[in-house]
């Protein structure tokens, strides 16, 4: 593996390297734009500000580095970022930053990283991997966003900032056309119709035959997609005040992440139905990245709606913005839970969600002493899921029973909030913030079976508090020390039949008796940074060390259709994470970025461990024989789930001057250490591996016609992208192969 790091990392920066010493003449022309990058302004404390002023870890991608690291979608990022991952757990996209992640997918769920597009939070996982249209800097902030952001940013926040309507006429158009016969398609436009009025519209399109092949039949690709968006917006400016009103639709009909095949596991070797015979590998099941057993469809099909509205006013005493915002999804989905070609477990999950936010943001005028930043958050979402199960084989139904149920989530969210920062000195900085936070979650069950006794309502009281001490020892430097409180939300255990888990034994309780269907309790992580950040336009370097004190932690664990969710007690997680970039000489840029984090589960009393279940433990895990059983076991200083110890980036890009155009190169290698896919942190490894990706570009010299070439998964490196585990089966979905394609764009 490490002759294979260094081998790619030589051969993709040996290329930019040899294109970069060749063409000395033409960097000169250069010179100006490439010597100089220019400064990085960011929003992660809600109002704009230097990058290198601000006191927590940001990773912050403007529209260059975005383009030329050949970023599509959000997931995408991951690669340019040190210390986040993104994961899937069936359609359910779940970023993870230092550690703090989730694989919940019930009703009322939700990622501990939140996700904002212009100032608007994103709540649904199922719709969080979006094609990025018409973006101008996506913002990765690291740490507890508890007072400034709110509720389920324990890990941190996304921000992702679009283009308003301009009443100065612009707009472009790309497309590219890549192996697997993918098409994407973009296109953005703007201009006044009226002094003071500008309009917008945009829109993509992306269809593929994808590389999965299902040996069930005909051999047929199964992984075929298509999605399409359009968003339109109006802007209204009346001097002192502005109105920005938007209008999105999207469609996805996309089963990618829903193809998984039979797991092999390193302990007990594949993870198939016991009664489905070895002898059947290539016909019931298989182990092929390339390839999945299916019997009958699986698909994954979406509408969502949204629509904004943004109205920003000077008060004269402080900047005002309203956000204003009505979400609505609307999924279909089907997954063959057992990962083979036998007739034996079909999972239905239709589900709807509707979201209703608003949030009044004060701001403070720059250039006092004082800087300060409040608010006032209203957030109301319904999360409705219904499951249907054909079955040929369960614990709980006669043969070829099919079984209905679901669930409707309502959360309520109240917060309000205030974080100022006062200028001691011309040097040093103190910043103190709080944010009090009231959340209330009702359900409402619907099963065919019998009635179920479940707790129906919860609701929880938080304060997050933000201390800062910033020092300046220059214009291009700061150091920073931080206290920061994050927590996620209570939730209620609404997956399928919970009482399932009131019957699992434990150590403690070998008959599972007396153990109830309770809500599950709020996570809340106390985070300790220091920190330091350098930019000299030149040189750009941001180092950071941390600890996170993390208390009940919520944990997902699936019986058959059920999906439960159980607290661990807590966990310790420290760790060192910095990224550097540098102009080596005019035109050539280098970037490197890495991660180390140490996460433990500590005192985690039931963590979950599947095993087969055979005629022996049958009666103990009260599972069916030739399936599979969860053990909950007391473990202690294991690794969390989803955290890889290590994962670091390095890339290379080259600009100069060919054929009168701007010629650009660049190629990023991203590694990661060994991960664990189980929610115990033991149990479904994947092995550490590298991506390796490259692009070049060529773009006339009026800055029109654009062409470029790319690459994706240069190596070929065929990892495991999550592991599917329930009670049925145990399934891996994989990475895709090589990719290539070309890319090109017209602007005006």
Known sequence: MRNHIIRTTTSIFGLIGLVAVSAPAFAQADADDASVSSEIVVTAQRRQE????????????????????????????????PSLRFDTTGAFSQPTIRGIGTSITTSGGGANVGIYVDGFYSPNPLAADMQLLNVQ??????????????????????????????????????????????????????????????????????RGDGFVTNIIGNNDKVGKFESWNVRAGLKLDFGPASLVVRYQHGDVNDPTSLMS??????????????????????????????????????????????????????????????????RGENVDASQ????????????????????????????????????????????????????????????RDPLGATRSGGSSTTTKSYAAFIDATYELSPQLFVTAGVRYAHDAVTNAYFNAGAPRTYVPSI????????????????????????????????????G?????????????????????????????????????????????????????????????????????????????????????RYELFDGFQLSAGGSWTHARYKDFGIAPVYVPCTAANSATLRCTPGLFGVQLTPLDDVTMQRVPEFTGNIGARYKTEIAGGAFVLSGNLYYTSEVNFGPSGVQFPQKAYEVASARAQWTDSSDTFTVAVWGDNLTNNRYKTAVQYNTIGLGANWSSPTTYGVEVGVKF
């Open 50 to 81: 230097r990058s290198v002023d601000v006191p927590i870890s940001v990773t912050a991608l403007g529209q260059e580095t975005l383009a030329t690291a050949n970023v599509q979608d959000l997931s995408d990022i991951s690669r340019v970022t």
């Open 137 to 206: 800097s996506v913002q990765v902030l690291k740490g507890p966003q508890g007072t400034l952001f709110g509720r389920n940013t324990t890990g941190g926040a996304i921000l992702i900032q679009t283009a308003d309507p301009s009443e100065d006429t612009s707009g472009q158009f790309k497309a590219s056309y890549g192996r697997f016969n993918e098409l994407r398609l973009q296109g953005y436009a703007t201009t006044a119709i009226a002094e003071g009025v500008a309009v917008d519209i945009e829109g993509a399109y992306r």
């Open 496 to 580: 399928g039949t919970c009482q399932n888990v009131s019957n699992i034994p434990t150590p403690t309780n070998p008959t599972g008796a007396g153990r109830t269907c309770n809500d599950v309790k709020p996570e809340t992580i106390n985070a300790y940074e220091v920190g330091f950040k350098y930019d000299d336009r030149k040189l750009s370097l941001d180092l950071s060390a941390f600890y996170y004190d993390y208390k009940n932690l919520q944990v997902s664990l699936f019986l058959a259709s059920q999906a439960n969710i159980i607290n661990a007690a807590q966990s310790k997680i420290y760790g060192l994470d910095g990224s550097i």
């Open 459 to 494: 609701s929880s009281d938080r304060v997050t508090p933000r201390v800062v001490v910033r020092y300046k020892p220059s214009e291009e430097s700061s150091v920073y020390a931080s206290f920061t409180r994050g927590y996620k939300a209570a939730l209620l255990d609404v």
């Open 261 to 326: 095949n039979t797991y092999v596991d390193p302990v007990f070797g594949e993870m198939k139905p016991g009664f489905v015979p070895d002898i059947t590998r290539g016909i019931l099941y298989t182990t092929d990245p390339d390839q999945v057993a299916l019997d009958r469809p699986t698909f994954f099909r979406s509408k969502n709606d949204m629509v904004q509205a943004t109205f920003k006013a000077d008060l004269g005493f402080a900047d005002l913005t309203s956000y204003s915002q009505y």
């Open 336 to 395: 063959n839970l057992d990962n083979t070609g036998a007739p034996i477990f079909q999972l239905g999950l239709p589900v709807k969600n509707d979201t209703w936010s608003q949030e009044l943001l004060f701001n403070s005028k720059p250039g006092g002493a004082l800087q300060w930043t409040g608010g006032l958050f209203y957030f109301s979402n319904r999360d409705t899921y219904f499951t249907y199960v054909d079955t040929a084989v369960s614990s």
